[in-house]
T-cell receptor, first 112, second 114 residues
Framework: KNQVEQSPQSLIILEGKNCTLQ??????????LRWYKQDTGRGPVSLTI?????NTKSNGRYTATLDADTKQSSLHITASQLSDSASYIC???????????FGKGNQVVVIP | NAGVTQTPKFQVLKTGQSMTLQCAQD?????MSWYRQDPGMGLRLIHY???????DQGEVPNGYNVSRSTTEDFPLRLLSAAPSQTSVYFC?????????????FGPGTRLTVL
């Protein structure tokens, strides 16, 4: 069973609109959670990392939240741009374990 | 810095052929790893290395070999390619372990096995 579930699998949004991507995980004991952005034909690039004590972290128009109690994270994209079209991958790390649990990604398409 | 580089970018093999996917990083990272990415699935760890001379298996190691003779290079070898190995392969590196440190990914190698 996948330890990291992302939703929605894909979505289409109009340029300038906001959207929120969800990540639910069962990884335990929790260490940290990263959001990566993967453009088509490229490798993933880290957007932000959330540790147990952090609730919200922003990186430009990207804002990540973490609720460690419910084991949920979200990535909010504000005022979307065409360059935001990509797959967004949630990656969770367990404490004391070098292995990472990868979600399948949220595919976002921004249309003009 | 070039970061993480991978060659080739594209490759087509026939079943049974062998080949080596190259990966190099110039960031002096101790930790390097290989992943495969298939449609509808998350990235899956094939092999990883915590330093020169040290390698270990990941989630899907069968059919792949690795070695780490230098800090910079981490090649992935397919000894006898199979259609099930058709995938996009990513090499990644990070400082020490990958559990907390950001992993830097290469651009990927798209492999097709006929």
């Amino acid at each position: 069973k996948n330890q990291v579930e992302q939703s929605p699998q894909s979505l289409i949004i109009l340029e300038g609109k906001n959207c929120t991507l969800q990540c639910n995980y069962t990884v335990s004991p929790f260490s940290n959670l990263r959001w990566y952005k993967q453009d088509t034909g490229r490798g993933p690039v880290s957007l932000t990392i959330m540790t147990f004590s952090e609730n919200t972290k922003s990186n430009g128009r990207y804002t990540a939240t973490l609720d460690a109690d419910t084991k949920q994270s979200s990535l909010h994209i504000t005022a979307s741009q065409l360059s935001d079209s990509a797959s967004y991958i949630c990656v969770v790390s367990a404490r004391g374990n070098n292995r990472l649990a990868f979600g399948k990604g949220n595919q976002v398409v921004v249309i003009p | 810095n070039a970061g993480v580089t991978q060659t080739p970018k594209f490759q087509v093999l026939k079943t049974g052929q062998s080949m080596t996917l190259q990966c190099a990083q110039d960031m002096n990272h101790e930790y390097m790893s290989w992943y495969r990415q298939d449609p509808g699935m998350g990235l899956r760890l094939i092999h990883y290395s915590v330093g020169a001379g040290i390698t270990d298996q990941g989630e899907v190691p069968n059919g792949y070999n690795v070695s780490r003779s230098t800090t910079e290079d981490f090649p992935l070898r397919l000894l006898s390619a199979a259609p099930s190995q058709t995938s996009v392969y990513f090499c990644a590196s990070s400082y020490r372990d990958s559990s907390f440190n950001e992993q830097f990914f290469g651009p990927g190698t798209r492999l097709t096995v006929l």
